[in-house]
């Protein structure tokens, strides 16, 4: 077992040169037989003997390498570059041979950064650094470590792996959102929410009945003297607003390939919405439309590690359960924001039917033929209006986005009122004027009107 094994690392250790050595070594030795001719068999011996010293030597060197790796940042998003700080110590009492130091990387945070460390004295340590940046989303997994050294000559390589990783997660781009009328709407702030408390009937407001248990300094004594009964203070809770973002997430929705895609533009614009709105002291629950369950948002962090790694799917139609099936929507402000790909009319109209009647919903509807050409063609540009149509007779307010728009400048643009006001659905209205009665004719002069007995002309 030992033999085999020394013969398969001498077999990998090999480089290019010494595979070379080792056969024009060999070579020569049969052909000075062959030939029998003395100086090439001498020739031949020193070729062979060549790559098994430098096997020996090479393998024989004991040196203690560690290394620490320290990632800065370790979230990252889309296109930011991030800093891998390397340190190498040898800890061994002799000085290392040169060593060939190499970082594997996945394909899409470049190529494998590698570095040549010439020598390293005992106890002592070296630096190297390198930037690595994504334009896609997603969990990378920065290592092992790999140590390469090689004799002087370069026959033989013995390499040598460290088992420690880093994880670098590439989140959506998040954009600063201004705090419009757009959050304020549907916020349960202000007289919203006064009147929405009034119309759900608030519970931290007014006293009940008293219970066995309850604290007795919050007895309300003027209550309890008008009822007749002991009555205490209900207990104080906080009111929190809820949003939903449903983010489409059907392959067939969207155009355009790569950070470009029209996708892309919508997870990134969800992110900002959901970072925005966490911001203004909202409970936020993300959906991708496709059945695979709601997104955790407890807060800034969990939204954007979990919207790093959200993918299309190949689905055909869209899934409101999960937003609409998830709980009553009922005992807090609702305030739904979706990012729709392309429509067909069933789904839109189950998007129309599916918005709660007390929220407030704001569909980003986006025009996916202009991620995949200059122009969208006929046919999609009529189905992007007849979708936009169908929403906005739903009671959603309707926000057309193409490629080049940005979502900031959309964002500020929904929450005007002028805007909302403009996307109110219009009611039916007959083709045929109403009936109106013809106007009586003008007063003559000489006929003064009758007067009413406090004198005003009736």
Same mark, same amino acid.
């Given at each position: 077992?030992?033999?085999?094994? %020394?013969?398969?690392?001498?077999?990998?250790?090999?480089?290019?040169?010494?595979?070379?050595?080792?056969? #024009? &070594?060999?070579?020569?030795?049969?052909?000075?037989?062959?030939?029998?001719?003395?100086?090439?068999?001498?020739?031949? !011996?020193?070729?062979?003997?060549?790559?098994?010293?430098?096997?020996?030597?090479?393998?024989?060197?004991?040196?203690?390498?560690? /290394?620490?790796?320290?990632?800065?940042?370790?979230?990252?998003?889309?296109?930011?570059?991030?800093?891998?700080?390397?340190?190498?110590?040898?800890?061994?009492?002799?000085?290392?041979?040169?060593?060939?130091?190499?970082?594997?990387?996945?394909?899409?945070?470049?190529?494998?950064?590698?570095?040549?460390?010439?020598?390293?004295?005992?106890?002592?340590?070296?630096?190297?650094?390198?930037?690595?940046?994504?334009?896609?989303?997603?969990?990378?997994?920065?290592?092992?470590?790999? =140590?390469?050294?090689?004799?002087?000559?370069?026959?033989?390589?013995?390499?040598?792996?460290?088992?420690?990783?880093?994880?670098?997660?590439?989140?959506?781009?998040?954009?600063?959102?201004?705090?419009?009328?757009?959050?304020?709407?549907?916020?349960?702030?202000?007289?919203?929410?006064?009147?929405?408390?009034? @119309?759900?009937?608030?519970?931290?407001?007014?006293?009940?009945?008293?219970? +066995?248990?309850?604290?007795?300094?919050?007895?309300?004594?003027?209550? %309890?003297?008008?009822?007749?009964?002991?009555?205490?203070?209900?207990?104080?809770?906080?009111? +929190?607003?809820? /949003?939903?973002?449903?983010?489409?997430?059907?392959? &067939?929705?969207?155009?355009?390939? &790569?950070?470009?895609?029209?996708?892309?533009?919508?997870?990134?614009?969800?992110?900002?919405?959901?970072?925005?709105?966490?911001?203004?002291?909202?409970?936020?629950?993300?959906?991708?439309?496709?059945?695979?369950?709601?997104?955790?948002?407890?807060?800034?962090?969990?939204?954007?590690?979990? =919207? #790093?790694?959200?993918?299309?799917?190949?689905?055909?139609?869209?899934?409101?359960?999960? *937003?609409?099936?998830?709980?009553?929507?009922?005992?807090?402000?609702?305030?739904?924001?979706?990012?729709?790909?392309?429509? &067909?009319?069933?789904?839109?109209?189950?998007?129309?039917?599916?918005?709660?009647?007390?929220?407030?919903?704001? #569909?980003?509807?986006?025009?996916?033929?202009?991620?995949?050409?200059?122009?969208?063609?006929?046919?999609?540009? +009529?189905?992007?209006?007849?979708?936009?149509?169908?929403?906005?007779?739903?009671?959603?307010?309707? !926000?057309?986005?193409?490629?080049?728009?940005?979502?900031?400048?959309? *964002?500020?643009?929904?929450?005007?009122?002028?805007?909302?006001?403009?996307?109110?659905?219009?009611?039916?209205?007959?083709?045929? #004027?109403?009936?109106?009665?013809?106007?009586?004719?003008?007063? %003559?002069?000489? @006929?003064?009107?009758?007067?009413?007995?406090?004198? @005003? @002309?009736?």
């Amino acid at each position: 077992m030992n033999v085999r094994k %020394t013969l398969r690392t001498f077999s990998t250790g090999l480089t290019v040169r010494g595979r070379a050595f080792l056969s #024009a &070594g060999l070579a020569s030795v049969a052909a000075a037989i062959l030939l029998s001719y003395p100086p090439l068999l001498r020739i031949g !011996v020193l070729l062979t003997a060549l790559p098994v010293v430098a096997a020996i030597v090479t393998g024989s060197s004991r040196y203690r390498i560690s /290394c620490r790796r320290v990632l800065q940042p370790a979230r990252v998003p889309v296109g930011a570059a991030a800093q891998v700080h390397l340190r190498l110590q040898n800890a061994a009492r002799l000085p290392s041979s040169t060593l060939l130091v190499e970082d594997r990387l996945p394909y899409t945070l470049g190529s494998r950064p590698r570095f040549i460390l010439r020598r390293i004295e005992p106890n002592g340590n070296r630096r190297v650094a390198y930037r690595i940046r994504s334009e896609h989303r997603g969990r990378f997994e920065i290592g092992p470590l790999t =140590l390469r050294s090689a004799d002087p000559l370069g026959l033989f390589e013995l390499s040598r792996s460290f088992t420690a990783q880093h994880t670098l997660t590439v989140v959506p781009r998040v954009q600063p959102l201004t705090a419009g009328t757009l959050g304020a709407l549907w916020s349960g702030r202000g007289e919203g929410h006064a009147a929405y408390a009034a @119309a759900a009937g608030e519970e931290d407001i007014g006293v009940r009945e008293y219970r +066995h248990g309850d604290d007795l300094r919050r007895i309300h004594w003027r209550a %309890t003297a008008h009822h007749g009964e002991l009555m205490v203070r209900r207990e104080e809770r906080t009111w +929190h607003s809820q /949003c939903t973002i449903l983010i489409d997430s059907r392959a &067939g929705a969207h155009r355009g390939t &790569g950070p470009a895609a029209s996708y892309e533009w919508a997870v990134s614009a969800a992110a900002s919405a959901a970072v925005h709105l966490l911001g203004q002291g909202y409970h936020v629950r993300l959906s991708t439309g496709v059945g695979t369950g709601l997104i955790p948002a407890e807060d800034q962090d969990t939204v954007l590690d979990a =919207l #790093a790694m959200v993918k299309p799917v190949n689905v055909s139609a869209l899934n409101l359960d999960e *937003w609409t099936g998830a709980g009553p929507l009922a005992g807090s402000d609702l305030l739904v924001i979706a990012f729709l790909g392309e429509l &067909g009319p069933g789904d839109a109209t189950e998007l129309a039917r599916a918005r709660p009647g007390t929220a407030g919903g704001v #569909a980003f509807l986006l025009e996916t033929g202009t991620w995949s050409g200059p122009a969208s063609r006929p046919m999609e540009r +009529h189905t992007f209006k007849e979708s936009a149509r169908i929403l906005r007779a739903g009671g959603w307010q309707v !926000v057309p986005v193409r490629s080049t728009d940005d979502f900031a400048d959309l *964002w500020r643009l929904a929450g005007h009122h002028d805007f909302a006001d403009s996307q109110s659905p219009a009611p039916f209205a007959p083709s045929i #004027a109403p009936y109106a009665p013809p106007s009586p004719p003008p007063a %003559t002069p000489s @006929a003064a009107p009758p007067s009413s007995p406090n004198g @005003a @002309a009736a």
